[in-house]
């Protein structure tokens, strides 16, 4: 958060001197600590976000490609006369701890065409996805592995 406050700091200004670095710093560090005092944030979460970041930025480059693939899988199903278009509602179950990490998936899911999450209930999810062929492997896709990561990370033990 100090290197995030720092850098708004710099943006603001649109400009660099040795002047607006200094003062940039005291107000960042001052910002940091009342963050740190009065809502709850520590330099423990620091490292854990730091630590996270990789996953994060991971779990967006799944999203992208999956939402890329399904795109065109659900064009080609849409443009073949030859395949029949058979529609399912997928129930599995995955072992995520987290209502963030269940939210995550649900929304990936439901993010990418092709696929929309009817109904969460603690660990089972029911998915409506346009042909039979989408719903194979959900309960393991990448999703479910990158935020396993994320919450083995993020939980206290």
């Not at 199903?77 to 990490?101: C, M, N, R, Y």
């Not at 065409?113 to 492997?137: E, F, M, Q, R, W």
Request: aromatic share 10%; with cysteine.
């Amino acid at each position: 958060m100090l290197v995030l406050y720092f850098c708004l700091w710099i943006i603001f200004n649109g400009t660099w001197t040795t002047e607006i670095a200094v003062i940039g710093l005291i107000v960042a560090t001052v910002i940091f600590g009342f963050t740190c005092k009065f809502m709850g944030y520590s330099l423990k979460q620091e490292k854990k976000l730091f630590k996270s970041l990789w996953l994060l930025l991971q779990y967006a480059g799944i999203l992208i490609w999956e939402i890329i693939q399904a795109n065109l899988a659900t064009v080609h199903l849409i443009l073949s006369e030859k395949e029949v278009i058979e529609p399912v509602l997928a129930h599995f179950s995955v072992d995520l701890k987290t209502q963030v990490g269940k939210t995550l998936l649900a929304n990936a899911i439901t993010l990418t065409p092709g696929t929309i999450t009817v109904h969460v209930d603690g660990n089972h999810y029911a998915v409506h996805c346009l042909d039979k062929s989408v719903a194979i492997g959900m309960d393991s896709s990448g999703f479910v592995r990158v935020i396993t990561k994320l919450e083995d990370l993020w939980i206290e033990k």
